[in-house]
């Protein structure tokens, strides 16, 4: 029952795309508008169809239907109500059922944002592009990602139950969605880029539209990629939160990709200037959405965050292969018509500063794909598996990283065009004054290291240099009779709030990734042990049962705070897990984490003690970032630059047909 309700939805999603790229290419082809708008109501159909599927899957994870294999695999009877719903996507299948139908609600956004404008080209063309986006993962589905296949020979009396670190942590339920609205959110923008490149339009209302999706799908990803950071911190017990992993590297590579699209999207509103670079960024965050897919669901990589080995990796690397082909296709064939009027005017300027933000995010991206790709092409070549680590990571992006914070100080003091040296002195002497006051008060305090105390100086002045266009845009609402909150909504002053936020996560990740401390400690039952400042006994064993997970705690006392990390396992699996103690505060966390339990739990017991400086400011960060991100899709007054016309649809029809026949 539940594997023909998911089934008929695939179907009825698929037909809905299908049909949908037909009557759109029919009227993009023949310059008939009316076929256009009859494509859009097939968006309404792929929603539904995706829902009955989501529906169809949820039923069978909740009434424990082991006749599909997916349930069979991935459920239990002793699976939490939450953890039996959010199994949906915790696993391969589910997960593409998951991404489809999230597309499919961007989809029906998209459709209704666009309703009275589905005639213009640039429209047309991004429906049938999100369309054939749709069609695809609906085909996967129907194919080789079949969530709804049956089980294989004896049904089952029960399941094999959520992989146990699936189960144990509620950012297990939540960090993967907004990863994927982050991931799938990059389809409209995605889409429009394509409609602005066929249609030959770079107008200024479709460059809005396209950063404001992008602003929300940037907002999505950064939430996912913290939350999901946060979670191997609590879960692992490895004291740490970024491993420079591969699939860690595939959220990130588009997450940078579309901060330097927002950055330079401002270049373009304001002056015109940098559309095909901004299509580009827009082309190749897509692209490597995509890429991330493939990581994570082809089996490729090894990772206790990728999904096992499937058959949809050729499916996946193919469509990659056709969006980047597409793409780069698309600029080559209309670079001449959408080539900015005019060029940077001075070095020293925003639009100045705001290319080498560009530059440098761009050269991050570069130093994490060859990381993350290049041990793949060894390994497919000669057989030979090559690891690249942490020293390669941080030697590029820690410089890198620092130079941004410098750009992120002075880009926004920059007046358009070009600056004067009375400008810089009057809109930047206060936060240096407070960069430099920070970094002389960290030295009286015996703070030491170059590249800690030039990330913490340059941050105080980057966070001041936000504060000050903050506090200003705050004093001229006032001045117009708006309220102070009202001055910070919109593009510019929700950007200086994202900039707050990663000042504070780069203060995080430099002092935890600095003045870190660990060791391991053997500590006899009543025993007491010391380590930087901080007095540790053990006093005893404990029995604890938290829902369906059972197992042993060790009584810990740091400081008079007791401490319970713990060993168990889910009832039905036979994976143990090991779920680490924290106390965290504004300033430090302590962190401790079983490694080995005595035999009939008589003898000592070894920990793992970690003193983790101001890691808090990540995930405090993280939701300031998040924060700014929404203020700046705010609408705010746009200034219009020069735009060249779109093609009306009829035109663009005689044009395509005649560059089809050469």
Same mark, same amino acid.
């Given at each position: 029952?539940?594997?023909?309700?998911?089934?008929?939805?695939?179907?009825?999603?698929?037909?809905?795309?299908?049909?949908?790229?037909?009557?759109?290419?029919?009227?993009?082809?023949?310059?008939?508008?009316?076929?256009?708008?009859?494509?859009?109501?097939?968006?309404?159909?792929?929603?539904? !169809?995706?829902?009955?599927?989501?529906?169809? $899957?949820?039923?069978a994870l909740l009434t424990h239907d082991f006749t599909l294999a997916f349930v069979a695999g991935n459920n239990s009877?002793?699976?939490?109500?939450?953890?039996?719903?959010?199994?949906?996507?915790? %696993?391969?299948?589910?997960?593409?059922?998951?991404?489809?139908?999230?597309?499919?609600?961007?989809?029906?956004?998209?459709?209704?944002?666009?309703?009275?404008?589905?005639?213009?080209?640039?429209?047309?063309?991004?429906?049938?592009?999100?369309?054939?986006?749709?069609?695809?993962?609906?085909?996967? $589905?129907? !194919?080789?990602?079949?969530?709804?296949?049956?089980?294989?020979?004896? +049904?089952?009396?029960?399941?094999?139950?959520?992989?146990?670190?699936?189960?144990?942590?509620?950012?297990?339920?939540?960090?993967?969605?907004?990863?994927?609205?982050?991931?799938?959110?990059?389809?409209?923008?995605?889409? +429009?880029?394509?409609?602005?490149?066929?249609?030959?339009?770079?107008? *200024?209302?479709?460059?809005?539209?396209?950063?404001?999706? %992008?602003?929300?799908? /940037?907002?999505?990803?950064?939430?996912?990629?913290?939350?999901?950071?946060?979670?191997?911190?609590?879960?692992? #017990?490895?004291?740490?939160?970024?491993?420079?992993?591969?699939?860690?590297?595939?959220?990130?590579?588009?997450?940078?990709?579309?901060?330097?699209?927002?950055?330079?999207?401002?270049?373009?509103?304001?002056?015109?200037?940098?559309?095909?670079?901004?299509?580009?960024?827009?082309?190749?965050?897509?692209?490597?959405?995509?890429?991330?897919?493939?990581?994570?669901?082809?089996?490729?990589?090894?990772?206790?965050?990728?999904? @096992?080995?499937?058959?949809?990796?050729?499916?996946?690397?193919?469509? /990659?292969?056709?969006?980047?082909?597409?793409?780069?296709?698309?600029? #080559?064939?209309?670079?001449?018509?959408?080539?900015?009027?005019?060029?940077?005017?001075?070095?020293?300027?925003?639009? #100045?500063? =705001?290319?080498?933000?560009?530059?440098? /995010?761009?050269?991050?991206?570069?130093?994490?794909?060859?990381?993350?790709?290049?041990?793949?092409?060894?390994?497919?070549?000669?057989?030979?598996?090559?690891?690249?680590?942490?020293?390669?990571?941080?030697?590029?992006?820690?410089?890198?990283?620092?130079?941004?914070?410098?750009?992120?100080?002075?880009?926004?003091?920059?007046?358009?065009?070009?600056?004067?040296?009375?400008?810089l002195r009057r809109r930047l002497a206060l936060p240096a004054w407070a960069g430099g006051v920070t970094l002389v %008060?960290?030295?009286?305090?015996?703070?030491?290291?170059?590249?800690?105390?030039?990330?913490?100086?340059?941050? %105080?002045?980057?966070a001041a240099s936000a504060l000050r266009q903050l506090v200003l845009a705050a004093v001229t609402a006032r001045r117009?009779?708006?309220?102070?909150?009202?001055?910070?909504? !919109?593009? &510019?002053?929700?950007? $200086?709030?994202?900039?707050?936020?990663?000042?504070?996560?780069?203060?995080?990740?430099?002092?935890?990734?600095?003045?870190?401390?660990?060791?391991?400690?053997?500590?006899?039952? !009543?025993?007491?042990?010391?380590? *930087?400042?901080?007095?540790?006994?053990?006093?005893?064993?404990?029995?604890?049962?938290?829902?369906?997970?059972?197992?042993?705690? &060790?009584?810990?006392?740091?400081?008079?705070?007791? =401490?319970?990390?713990?060993?168990?396992?889910?009832?039905?699996?036979?994976?143990?897990?090991?779920?680490?103690?924290?106390?965290?505060?504004?300033?430090?966390?302590?962190?401790?984490?079983?490694?080995?339990?005595?035999?009939?739990?008589?003898?000592?017991?070894?920990?793992?003690?970690? +003193?983790?400086?101001?890691?808090?400011?990540?995930? &405090?960060?993280?939701?300031?970032?998040?924060?700014?991100?929404?203020?700046?899709?705010?609408?705010?007054?746009?200034?219009?630059?020069?735009?060249?016309? @779109?093609?009306?649809?009829?035109?663009?029809?005689?044009?395509?047909?005649?560059?089809?026949?050469?």
């Amino acid at each position: 029952m539940n594997g023909t309700i998911g089934h008929v939805g695939l179907l009825v999603g698929l037909f809905g795309a299908v049909a949908g790229i037909a009557l759109a290419g029919a009227g993009i082809v023949t310059g008939r508008p009316w076929l256009v708008r009859r494509a859009r109501t097939y968006s309404y159909v792929v929603l539904f !169809g995706a829902l009955v599927a989501v529906v169809g $899957m949820e039923r069978a994870l909740l009434t424990h239907d082991f006749t599909l294999a997916f349930v069979a695999g991935n459920n239990s009877r002793e699976t939490p109500i939450l953890f039996s719903v959010t199994g949906l996507w915790s %696993a391969l299948q589910g997960s593409i059922l998951l991404w489809s139908t999230i597309l499919a609600v961007y989809l029906v956004i998209f459709v209704r944002h666009v309703r009275n404008r589905v005639d213009e080209p640039v429209v047309s063309v991004a429906l049938l592009v999100s369309l054939v986006a749709a069609a695809f993962f609906f085909a996967l $589905m129907i !194919g080789p990602a079949d969530p709804f296949a049956a089980t294989v020979g004896a +049904i089952p009396l029960d399941g094999a139950g959520p992989n146990a670190l699936l189960q144990d942590n509620i950012l297990d339920a939540v960090h993967p969605v907004f990863l994927y609205l982050g991931f799938v959110g990059f389809t409209v923008p995605f889409a +429009i880029s394509i409609g602005s490149l066929v249609a030959g339009s770079v107008g *200024e209302e479709w460059l809005a539209l396209a950063r404001r999706y %992008a602003v929300v799908a /940037f907002a999505f990803l950064t939430a996912g990629i913290v939350l999901g950071a946060w979670w191997s911190y609590d879960t692992f #017990g490895w004291g740490g939160y970024w491993g420079w992993d591969p699939v860690e590297n595939a959220a990130l590579l588009p997450w940078l990709t579309a901060t330097a699209y927002l950055h330079s999207a401002m270049v373009q509103e304001r002056r015109g200037l940098l559309r095909i670079w901004n299509l580009s960024l827009l082309l190749a965050t897509y692209a490597l959405t995509i890429l991330g897919t493939f990581l994570t669901r082809s089996g490729v990589v090894q990772s206790v965050h990728a999904f @096992s080995d499937s058959g949809i990796g050729p499916a996946l690397i193919s469509y /990659f292969a056709v969006v980047v082909a597409v793409g780069v296709g698309l600029i #080559g064939w209309r670079g001449d018509r959408l080539a900015s009027p005019g060029g940077i005017d001075a070095p020293v300027s925003r639009e #100045g500063a =705001f290319l080498v933000n560009n530059l440098i /995010f761009s050269a991050i991206a570069l130093v994490v794909l060859v990381g993350t790709v290049f041990p793949l092409f060894v390994e497919a070549l000669n057989g030979q598996q090559v690891s690249i680590g942490r020293p390669y990571f941080d030697s590029f992006t820690v410089p890198l990283g620092i130079a941004l914070l410098f750009f992120m100080a002075v880009a926004p003091a920059l007046p358009w065009r070009k600056a004067s040296r009375g400008v810089l002195r009057r809109r930047l002497a206060l936060p240096a004054w407070a960069g430099g006051v920070t970094l002389v %008060a960290l030295v009286a305090a015996g703070v030491r290291g170059l590249t800690p105390l030039v990330a913490f100086g340059l941050g %105080a002045f980057a966070a001041a240099s936000a504060l000050r266009q903050l506090v200003l845009a705050a004093v001229t609402a006032r001045r117009h009779g708006l309220s102070a909150w009202r001055g910070v909504l !919109g593009r &510019a002053n929700g950007g $200086m709030v994202v900039h707050i936020g990663i000042v504070i996560i780069a203060v995080g990740l430099t002092a935890a990734s600095s003045f870190a401390h660990e060791t391991a400690l053997t500590i006899q039952q !009543g025993a007491t042990a010391h380590f *930087e400042g901080h007095t540790i006994s053990f006093s005893s064993w404990e029995r604890y049962a938290n829902g369906n997970e059972k197992g042993r705690e &060790a009584v810990m006392v740091v400081d008079g705070r007791r =401490f319970y990390p713990r060993v168990g396992s889910f009832d039905g699996s036979s994976t143990g897990t090991a779920t680490p103690a924290i106390d965290s505060s504004p300033f430090e966390d302590v962190y401790l984490a079983l490694t080995s339990v005595p035999a009939g739990l008589v003898g000592p017991v070894t920990v793992d003690v970690f +003193i983790q400086p101001l890691i808090a400011w990540l995930w &405090a960060g993280g939701a300031v970032v998040v924060l700014g991100a929404l203020l700046s899709a705010a609408p705010g007054r746009r200034r219009r630059p020069t735009d060249p016309s @779109s093609v009306p649809l009829p035109e663009l029809a005689d044009e395509l047909v005649g560059a089809a026949s050469r």
